[in-house]
């Protein structure tokens, strides 16, 4: 049997399979929501899923491994009209002008 095969036929990668899954549904229903989970709060939504497991940590290193085997990518939103004050927008109209002319 090859290392490979080993590895994913244990109990171990099976049940933390479901860890998995389980974080990319709960994901991808926050995105669809408009609510776009940060690092931090996946890997402790995934500590609660796998509490009762041993041996899961939730680590950085398991969060990057989990976005690469998804292709999540972790960019900033910023597009709600509620991000940004009127009074912020209206002081940035009125300096532009003057840095752009800089």
């Known amino acids: 049997m090859s290392a490979r095969s080993y590895h994913t036929s244990t109990p171990h990668s099976s049940e933390y399979a479901k860890v998995k899954t ?4 709960w994901y991808t229903l926050a995105c ?3 609510i776009f989970p940060c690092g931090p709060q996946l890997i402790e939504n995934a500590r609660q899923t796998a509490e009762g497991k041993p041996n899961f940590a939730g680590s950085r290193g398991w969060l990057d491994k989990w976005k690469k085997r998804y292709n999540i990518k972790m960019v900033k939103v910023s597009d709600k ?3 940004v004050s009127g009074q912020t927008v209206d002081s ?3 300096r532009l002008p003057e840095i752009v002319r800089s």
């Open 92 to 94: 940035w109209k009125e």
């Open 32 to 34: 669809s929501k408009n």
């Open 22 to 25: 389980a974080r990319y549904d």
């Open 81 to 83: 009209s509620g991000d």
